[in-house]
């Protein structure tokens, strides 16, 4: 590059980069796969106003309550030390993205990501109160009437209305929700509640209102790394060049194929629909979250002027240059075998999980004492937990010990539900009843109301050594 012609090229990457952003007014699109998100939209959206007022054993279905130190999920209860759960929870997650990502692209981004949810209610409802693409247009460049003001305040004040409906149910599953809802209505929420609530509410509103697809292009990582989780057999949406080109607009009564043309009439409604603006004739772009609303568009002119549909499709990179498919592949078996065997094990630790903790602890000042009649002790501290949801009394006994005795400040120890109980322990055993110096020993704590709540806890007793 010359000299002359550097500065040009330093001004127009600096324009590139500061140019102000232009909105996208998507196009209303019907079809096959709009239908299938706003599905994802209902199930989705639906799940998340509605479990928090779904009770379950008189409780929330779903709650984090964060004070009490415990999260209520279906009949579970998960307390701190049950983090190894959350830990599983979030690798099961992410390799359910890559499994999903490997097989079929971006389903995540297009059907299932919040901010795709929200969006597409927002932009339904500014299509229902602003109208059509083109009308909305219109409206943002004509200049500020009283009816403009009238239609843009109403638009806002239906989506702040879905904002802060948004925070309050986010606020729901930390604090009970119907307790939530009385103290709202009552002006007397507080101020961390009132915060969080009109915080996601705003967030909401900014994410799905303004930004949009600026958090897809800019800010999601995701959009940057999925190209290292595709390959040449991942279904992404695809724009069939060899059958669509050259494109060009004709009369629906043109032999295109005779006058040298292809498929594509380079209507551009395609790009029209795309909620991120791009132009998938261009091919697969960072940009594109794969929603394949430019499917369903084009396969409507394709229908309209009777040519075959399919000329944007979901298909992959061997198909379109000529090769085979292959779904079943050595990284999907990995993916799914991982996801298989994770799963499978997380079910299992929960469905068996004794909601129950019994920790031993040895004095350390001394390993063992020897009392006044020949009987070697040791002191243990315990730690008891009851993480089920109701209050128990337990009995704690021990084995492993030919006349093995126990004293303890308390035969029954009741603990509520949540309660961490701490109790001091002195064993006793015959010095001839110690085969070897570290014997193996089993603490029990068993409800005294329920036989099937009971855990074992293995400890060590200590004695002298013998010859």
């Known amino acids: 590059m010359s000299k002359q012609n550097k500065p040009a090229a330093d001004e127009s990457v600096a324009a590139s980069l500061i140019a102000k952003h232009k909105k996208i007014y998507p196009r209303e699109v019907h079809g096959l796969f709009a239908t299938l998100r706003w599905l994802a939209v209902a199930v989705l959206l639906g799940g998340y106003y509605l479990a928090a007022w779904i009770s379950w054993d008189g409780r929330q279905i779903l709650l984090f309550d964060l004070p009490g130190r415990k999260f209520h999920i279906l009949s579970w209860t998960f307390w701190p030390q049950d983090f190894f759960y959350l830990a599983v929870m979030l690798i099961i997650a992410a390799l359910s993205l890559f499994f999903f990502t490997a097989v079929a692209g971006r389903l995540w981004c297009g059907y299932a990501c919040p901010q795709t949810v929200w ?65 709202v209505i009552s002006f007397n929420t507080g101020p961390w509640e009132t915060f969080w609530i ?20 800019y800010m999601c990582p995701y959009a940057r790394f999925q190209s290292a989780m595709f390959d040449k057999d991942t279904m992404i949406v695809t724009y069939d060049e060899a059958r669509g080109e050259p494109r060009g607009a004709r009369k629906r009564s043109v032999d295109y194929e005779a006058e040298g043309m292809g498929s594509c009439i380079d209507c551009s409604i395609c790009v029209q629909v795309c909620p991120t603006g791009i132009d998938i004739r261009d091919g697969l772009q960072y940009q594109c979250i794969g929603c394949a609303a430019c499917i369903d568009a084009c396969d409507d002119v394709m229908d309209k002027i009777g040519y075959e549909k399919g000329l944007i499709r979901y298909s992959t990179h061997n198909i379109m240059h000529g090769g085979e498919q292959h779904i079943l592949r050595p990284r999907v078996f990995i993916y799914a075998a991982f996801l298989i ?9 929960i469905i068996t999980r004794i909601p129950l903790e019994l920790d031993v602890i040895r004095d350390r000042n001394e390993l063992y004492s020897q009392t006044y009649d020949g009987m070697i002790e040791n002191v243990y501290t315990l730690k008891l937990i009851n993480k089920t949801q109701h209050d128990h009394e337990f ?22 539900t949540g309660e961490v109980v701490t ?11 110690l085969k070897e110096r570290s014997v193996p020993i089993d603490f029990h704590m068993q409800a005294i109301d329920d036989e099937k709540l009971k855990i074992v806890e293995d400890a060590k007793f200590l004695g002298p050594f013998r010859n």
């Open 119 to 183: 969006t597409e209610i927002f932009m339904w409802v500014e299509q229902k109160i602003e109208g059509s693409r083109s009308r909305q247009m219109k409206l943002d460049k004509s200049p500020w009437t009283a009816e403009k003001l009238r239609i843009k305040g109403m638009k806002h004040i239906v989506w702040a209305a879905i904002g802060v409906w948004t925070g309050f149910t986010f606020v729901g599953y930390f604090t009970p929700i119907r307790e939530l809802w009385g103290s």
């Open 198 to 217: 009109f915080f996601y509410g705003f967030a909401t509103w900014g994410n799905a209102g303004f930004l949009r697809e600026q958090v897809c292009m």
């Open 341 to 349: 065997f994770l799963t499978a094990a997380l079910l299992f630790a």
């Open 395 to 416: 009995r704690v006994s021990v084995t492993g010990i030919e006349g093995l005795t126990m004293t303890t400040d308390q035969d029954i120890i009741p603990i509520a």
């Open 423 to 433: 109790t001091a322990v002195r064993l006793k055993a015959d010095l001839y009843s």
